[in-house]
């Protein structure tokens, strides 16, 4: 017995399969597109060699840096900015600011002497 109200209702469950199987679709070529793309941007595995590099890099770096807190060096000779230890630092600090006034205005004027421009030179092709 088919009444005009059955096969209506067969056809609005039917209706909705489409929709399901694009949604699912886009669902599956997102995710492949994902795992392609990991694929493509992952670094290369750390290696024997690789580990090694970076290990002396590592090494490198932090025994420039030691040197740079416990030694004293010039930062720029042409505007006169040193480098000092930190220990050596605190104690110039210390007795600087003994005077606060005279302090600020000493740190006042080596703020502008490292910060101030370098002279501009005329260029040789104008």
Request: proline share 8%; aromatic share 6%; net charge neutral.
């Given at each position: 017995?088919?009444?005009?109200?059955?096969?209506?209702?067969y056809q609005s469950r039917l209706a909705g399969w489409p929709t399901l199987l694009a949604v699912v679709g886009a669902c599956?070529?997102?995710?492949?597109?994902?795992?392609?793309?990991?694929?493509?941007?992952?670094?290369?595995?750390?290696?024997?060699?690789?580990?090694?590099?970076?290990?002396?890099?590592?090494?490198?770096?932090?025994?420039?840096?030691?040197?740079?807190?416990?030694?004293?060096?010039?930062?720029?000779?042409?505007?006169?900015?040193?480098?000092?230890?930190?220990?050596?630092?605190?104690?110039?600090?210390?007795?600087?600011?003994?005077?606060?006034?005279?302090?600020?205005?000493?740190?006042?004027?080596?703020?502008?002497?490292?910060?101030?421009?370098?002279?501009?030179?005329?260029?040789?092709?104008?």
């Amino acid at each position: 017995m088919n009444t005009p109200g059955t096969n209506n209702n067969y056809q609005s469950r039917l209706a909705g399969w489409p929709t399901l199987l694009a949604v699912v679709g886009a669902c599956l070529i997102f995710a492949l597109l994902v795992g392609e793309t990991k694929k493509y941007t992952q670094p290369p595995p750390v290696d024997e060699g690789r580990a090694a590099v970076r290990a002396k890099a590592l090494s490198d770096l932090r025994a420039a840096e030691a040197e740079a807190l416990t030694t004293v060096g010039w930062v720029d000779q042409v505007k006169g900015v040193v480098r000092l230890p930190i220990g050596e630092a605190m104690k110039l600090v210390e007795r600087e600011w003994q005077n606060p006034a005279q302090a600020r205005s000493n740190l006042i004027a080596c703020v502008e002497k490292a910060t101030a421009k370098a002279p501009e030179t005329p260029s040789p092709f104008e």
